[in-house]
């Protein structure tokens, strides 16, 4: 066996021709003489087969051809962490002070990168960046506090660290830390995470893209965190929410963008996004890409949905929440399961409201919105039909009143259509050239009231526009 072979090199980080992967199995594969690595590649592309060999399985791994058998000299453990400190920090700079250059027939000397080494101490950075230098260990007892104590931004991304305990054993010597970055690594899960509590005592920003993680392996985990306000999850093996009981209640930001191996029937994937209502500070969600919202008929829909059952959202996929969004997707939301709150035990008797736990458990906000605009009333009660066009047209009679001269005209529209092309099909249809026309509407469930229409970008349904409403058309 080569010297320099770990001994307990099952579970360890590996590296080899560029390719990241883990050692799920050590020892020999007959009839091949010598001992083999098999590893599992984080790039399922990369392998050969799943652990099989021959009829006989040696390991296994998630995907069909994640993994194969190398030879161990052809494999990198990696360096600890202050091998790559020193590689990165000292060693670059060191070589650009001692190179001379020659210029036509002479040397010249690199003068007056002295102070550069000087602003590269690594005793006085604050941030470090060891992006895909094969971390793998923290190094001898204690040296960090004392080589790179100030360090407020830490980025291992794609590194060999193979376990939270590594990570922990890093930070804890950087008292300050706030910014973690350790994408495209494989973490296991410690044993103890509040015996790490210390580890993360003021951080604040993480960022776990595509590290193969669960959300229960995040809860696992989420005691080492306590002030942890963004958490960056995108492309991991995210399935479903569940509470996070006493843990990431600092959460501001959360970003489950790309989570593909999502895979949810509509009531399940709904309680996942109920889940979410839990984090009282959680204030801005990204779901791009993501089968949560991405596998919805009408992507519009969902994300008033979205905002509806989670209250305290002001960004989601980067788009600000205005507070005209949040009424509107709240009344709509309010009417869309108004059918089913009747038919639970729910009533717009307070005294008599009382639905069931299975509907409060599927929508539990719909109670607070009832407080908040009031019961549904009849008419705005009607039953959800199966997605058609002929089930989306509503019939609107568009008034002028200021032309006496002008007729109402009769129209079935779309109530996806947006309000702009609403115009567009108004100035064909009355026939007006260079005018800039201001639209309000009235329902006969408001006797007497004009409610604006001001927003072009928006479709009628945003409005509550229903069949039979009118809407009066004015210019100037």
């Known amino acids: 066996m080569d010297e320099d072979f770990p001994s307990d090199a099952v579970g360890r980080r590996v590296t080899c021709d560029g390719e990241r992967g883990t050692v799920r199995f050590f020892g020999t594969v007959p009839p091949t003489t010598g001992v083999w690595l098999g590893v599992e590649w984080d790039n399922p592309d990369r392998g050969k087969h799943d652990g ?40 670059e700079v060191q070589q650009v002070l001692e190179e001379e250059y020659q210029i036509s027939t002479k040397k010249v000397e690199m003068v007056g990168f002295e102070d550069v080494s000087k602003k590269q101490r690594v005793e006085k950075l604050t941030e470090v960046a060891l992006r895909m230098c094969d971390v793998s260990s923290p190094g001898p007892a204690n040296e960090i506090r004392k080589t790179t104590p100030h360090v407020l931004m830490l980025d291992l991304c794609a590194n060999l660290l193979c376990s939270w305990d590594d990570v922990a054993a ?69 399935t479903e929410l569940q509470k996070p009981n006493h843990v990431l209640q600092s959460l501001k930001v959360l970003d489950l963008s790309t989570c593909q191996r999502i895979h949810f029937s ?14 009282q500070n959680l204030v801005q969600l990204s779901c791009r890409q993501n ?30 929440v205005l507070p005209e969004d949040r009424k509107g997707a709240e009344l709509d939301y309010r009417k869309m399961f108004g059918l089913e709150w009747l ?46 066009l002929k089930n989306q047209l509503i019939s609107i009679t568009f008034v002028c009143p200021d032309e006496t001269d002008q007729k109402p005209v009769v129209k079935k529209l779309p109530d996806s259509m947006i309000v702009q092309k609403v115009k567009g099909l108004l100035y064909r249809l009355l026939k007006i050239r260079g005018a800039e026309l201001k639209l309000t509407y009235t329902s006969s469930k408001m006797e007497g009231k ?5 927003n072009d970008l928006k479709p009628l349904q945003f409005y509550s526009i229903e069949d039979g409403d009118k809407v009066l058309v004015r210019w100037v």
């Open 52 to 91: 099989s060999h021959e009829g006989v399985r040696y390991f296994t791994c998630r995907q069909p051809k994640g993994g194969s058998f190398v030879r161990p000299r052809k494999a990198s453990f990696g360096v600890d962490y202050l091998t790559a400190v020193k590689r990165r920090y000292e060693i």
């Open 266 to 279: 509509p009531p399940k994937k709904w309680r996942v996004i109920n889940e979410l209502e839990k984090l």
């Open 343 to 388: 038919a639970s035990g729910g009533h717009q008797d307070p005294l008599q409201n009382r639905p069931s736990a299975e509907f409060t458990a599927q929508h539990p906000r719909y109670q607070r919105l009832v407080q908040k605009y009031g019961a549904p009333e009849d008419g705005e009660l009607k039953k959800q039909e199966p997605f058609a």
């Open 170 to 238: 890093i930070t804890e010597q950087m008292e300050n830390l706030k910014e973690l970055l350790l994408s495209y690594n494989r973490l296991r899960v410690p044993s103890d995470p509040l015996a790490r509590l210390r580890s993360f005592p003021c951080l604040r920003v993480l960022s776990l893209t595509s590290c193969a993680l669960t959300w229960p392996q995040l809860l696992e985990c989420a005691p080492m965190w306590p002030q942890l306000e963004e958490l960056y999850a995108s492309m991991n093996d995210i």
């Open 291 to 320: 089968p949560l919202l991405s596998r919805e008929r009408n992507p519009n829909t969902a994300t008033q949905q979205l905002i509806a059952r989670v209250a305290q959202l002001e960004v989601i996929d980067r788009c600000t």
């Open 450 to 454: 004009e409610i604006e229409i001001d």
